[in-house]
């Protein structure tokens, strides 16, 4: 197997306000521009003005961008709970992919069943949480989620 190379980090964070889907589309068309450009992929959730995103790809780079992203004013109360190396990505398949997740999606990935009980809220994801998101994604959920 080959070193580890590709850095990995998965954070939640706080919206400032509710965001609509345009506000969120405008985002997205920033990051899959930027991150194609220096070789970024990732996922980005969303739910009830709460954020959980994943990063992956050289190290510098990853870690740039979450300081990029850390002083954006439009979230706040960033907090990283998985930083890793792997010797493979995750996300292979996407710039930054939008999944939209609903309890019922999540109720389905193994070790989050009964995680979230009336609503998601990605404030409450630990490095346990991501990493069962991070398997369930590797495992071919993204299929079923991806927008
Ligand atoms: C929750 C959240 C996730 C973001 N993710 C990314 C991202 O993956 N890539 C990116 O380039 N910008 C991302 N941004 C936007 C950056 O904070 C910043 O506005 C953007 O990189 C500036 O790009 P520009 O210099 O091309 O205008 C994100 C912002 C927020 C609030």
Redesign the pocket.
Known sequence: MSDPTVFQVAYR?TANKPWSPPELNA?LG??RE??KALGLT?M?LYADQS?F?V?EGPEAKVRA?VE??GR?P??HSLSVVLARFVHVRDLTEWS?GYVEMSLKDLSRIDGLNNFFVDSVDYTRFGKGQAMMLLNAFRNGFWRASAV
């Open positions: 964070s985002l920033v990051a930027n991150n990732g980005l954020f995103q990063l961008m990029i992203i954006d439009r979230h930054m």
